[in-house]
């Protein structure tokens, strides 16, 4: 897959870090489809990321047109299989666990086609440690 086919993008974990990569991938255009298996946390994001935009409209680093078009391209998913659903990119997002990280790999791999992206966000997990046991680690 081309860099310029992607149109939408899946995030799994709306935490800490997972928020703040679904806001600047929708922020610059993308269809962007967040997963956290934590409703409360899901729930959660989109005023995260409108707080985080305002901040950004009071420094004169956005404008409210791109707030409001960045709010629109963020869609909430509440299970794994309606993220995955008409993906190019999936960017994992979640704690650093490799247990955890491996498994939702796994699922990301039945989930998806060979072609869709799949990408983590690990601080320092070997990429080759998560991905071992995934059949299509090469493409």
């Known amino acids: 897959m081309r860099i310029e086919e992607i149109r939408t993008i899946g995030v799994i974990g709306a935490g800490l870090m997972g928020?703040?990569?679904a806001q600047v991938f929708a922020l610059k255009g993308y269809k962007v489809k967040l997963f956290d298996n934590d409703p409360k946390v899901l729930e959660s994001a989109p005023e995260k990321i409108h707080n985080n935009l305002q901040t950004l409209l009071e420094m004169h680093l956005v404008e409210p047109q791109?707030?409001?078009d960045c709010?629109?391209?963020?869609?909430?998913?509440?299970?794994?299989?309606?993220?995955?659903?008409?993906v190019e990119l999936t960017i994992e997002a979640v704690?650093?666990?490799v247990d955890l990280k491996r498994a939702i790999f796994g699922e990301l791999e039945a989930l998806t086609t060979p072609q869709t992206i799949?990408?983590?966000?690990?601080?320092?997990?070997?990429?080759?440690?998560?991905?071992?046991n995934l059949r299509f680690k090469e493409e």
Do not use: A, V
């Not at 799949?118 to 071992?132: D, H, K, Y």
């Open 19 to 21: 928020h703040g990569i």
């Open 66 to 68: 791109e707030i409001e």
């Open 71 to 86: 709010q629109n391209h963020l869609q909430l998913c509440h299970t794994l299989p309606e993220m995955c659903e008409g």
């Open 95 to 97: 704690s650093e666990n």
């Open 118 to 132: 799949l990408c983590s966000n690990t601080s320092g997990i070997s990429i080759g440690l998560i991905s071992e």
